[in-house]
Nanobody
Framework: QVQLVESGGGLVQPGGSLRLSCAAS????????MGWYRQAPGKQREFVAR???????QYADSVKGRFTISRDNAKNTVYLQMNSLNPEDTAVYSC??????????WGQGTQVTVSS
């Protein structure tokens, strides 16, 4: 059974930081590209960041320079370090496991709220 379990969300003030984690089980983690997506209330889910099996990274323009995605294959975990948070970053953040020849998987998400 495949599971992606996010953690680390919460309430933070503008300008603050959070680190999200996504622990994977039931997949060969090192063979999956991993990504973070977010969905704000009333909006469509949008891409945030992605890290490939080789460690290459991509970011949405809105988070470039503020967010950093990383992975630890030994721990089957992908991270999203989020700095300089602003209210527009408020959303449910979900991780995604993507494989070129297998099913993609999604976590349930973790709420991030940026508010004073």
């Amino acid at each position: 059974q495949v599971q992606l379990v996010e953690s680390g969300g919460g309430l933070v003030q503008p300008g603050g930081s959070l680190r999200l984690s996504c622990a994977a089980s039931g997949i060969i983690f090192s063979s999956y590209h991993m990504g973070w997506y977010r969905q704000a209330p009333g909006k469509q889910r949008e891409f945030v960041a992605r890290i490939t099996t080789s460690g290459s990274t991509q970011y949405a323009d809105s988070v470039k320079g503020r967010f950093t995605i990383s992975r630890d294959n030994a721990k089957n975990t992908v991270y999203l370090q989020m700095n300089s948070l602003n209210p527009e970053d408020t959303a449910v953040y979900s991780c995604n496991a993507d494989h070129p020849t297998a099913l993609a998987y999604w976590g349930q998400g973790t709420q991030v709220t940026v508010s004073s």
